[in-house]
T-cell receptor
């Protein structure tokens, strides 16, 4: 299993540009989510999905869009990039049904985004 | 809303010394509790979790944590630090009704001196 994969690893954008961060998992997990990591603030939830076709907002959703058309993929779209969106972005996935590994989230390697 | 407090943004220990990283949560209803580790330029890896049952939880790499309801705490310990333990550690919680939505602490960077 590749686990959770994210592309690209690094990206530099100019203010106002748009882009999509890709996330894919091959563990058949129902739950997928996006977090951003900023120094001294830990990780904060942006958006999450409990299954294909179902998404919801997390703590810091403004400026981001998501959709979930398949179980495997959960892309994050930046509509009009701003310097405040400079951050490291992590995708995570997990089972949502009760099991021995309930709520264990598997994280991708991250995308480091700089907006100038 | 849930919140997580990690005391000390940086902790420094000597190799072989006890590691103690502190975590307190705010919920009046005990949540699910997690510790994650992040090595430089990598994603997060689960160290251990508490959901139910025994309050002393053992994880990978010799780490353990104890859930103390009366203190709303979930401190992480390791009896003897190793150089390879140098990393950033995150405590996280999730509500029992929404177990997948994690709320993270700010993180503690552990430095191990030789």
């Amino acid at each position: 299993n590749a686990g959770v994969t994210q592309t690209p690893k690094f990206q530099v954008l100019k203010t106002g540009q748009s882009m999509t961060l890709q996330c894919a998992q091959d563990m058949n997990h129902e739950y997928m989510s996006w977090y951003r990591q900023d120094p001294g603030m830990g990780l904060r939830l942006i958006h999450y999905s409990v299954g294909a076709g179902i998404t919801d907002q997390g703590e810091v959703p403004n400026g981001y869009n998501v959709s979930r058309s398949t179980t495997e993929d959960f892309p994050l779209r930046l509509l009009s990039a701003a310097p405040s969106q400079t951050s490291v972005y992590f995708c995570a996935s997990s089972y949502s049904r009760p099991s021995a590994t309930s709520y264990e989230q598997y994280f991708g390697p991250g995308t480091r985004l700089t907006v100038t | 809303a849930q919140s997580v407090t990690q005391l000390g943004s940086h902790v420094s220990v000597s190799e072989g010394a006890l590691v103690l990283l502190r975590c307190n949560y705010s919920s009046s209803v005990p949540p699910y509790l997690f510790w994650y580790v992040q090595y430089p330029n990598q994603g997060l890896q689960l160290l251990l979790k508490y959901t139910t049952g025994a309050t002393l939880v053992k994880g990978i790499n010799g780490f353990e944590a104890e859930f103390k309801k009366s203190e709303t705490s979930f401190h992480l310990t390791k009896p003897s630090a190793h150089m390879s333990d140098a990393a950033e550690y995150f405590c996280a919680v999730s509500d029992r009704g929404g177990g997948n939505k994690l709320v993270f602490g700010a993180g503690t960077i552990l430095r191990v001196k030789s």
